[in-house]
């Protein structure tokens, strides 16, 4: 009886944490977004946007066209892109949601020429 009821328990918590795995996925919503520069549109920053970003549980990924951003800063806080060179896509994810827009302050190297850091707002749409 006790091995039953173990097992019982054992699988129980098993498709718990499956249930809960599924749950959460769920609520991963993708979002559009748009960069402005100094309160605009800026076309050229947003034509490195790949996709829509991933807003789950607190946090926005982001995913942007090449190798030429390192790192960005929300809220004082610097975060590194991860690149993936297999697709050429550089991936960032911070604190955030789609409740107001996020100012960031994006890195962009394309060495030697340029290495800048731009102040632009992440505007959802």
Avoid: Q, R
Wanted: charged residues 10%; aromatic residues 14%; negative net charge.
């Amino acid at each position: 009886m006790t091995k039953m009821m173990k097992k019982s328990f054992t699988m129980l918590m098993m498709l718990s944490v499956l249930l809960l795995a599924m749950a959460a996925s769920a609520f991963a919503a993708p979002a559009d977004y748009e960069f402005h520069y100094g309160g605009t549109y800026h076309s050229h920053s947003s034509a490195f946007i790949d996709g829509p970003a991933d807003v789950t549980g607190g946090n926005v990924t982001i995913t942007l066209s090449g190798n030429y951003f390192p790192e960005l800063t929300v809220g004082g806080v610097t975060y590194t892109g991860s690149y993936d060179s297999g697709s050429g896509l550089t991936t960032f994810t911070f604190p955030g949601s789609t409740a107001s827009d996020i100012p960031v302050s994006l890195h962009v190297v394309v060495a030697p020429f340029h290495d800048t850091w731009y102040n632009l707002d992440l505007v959802w749409l």
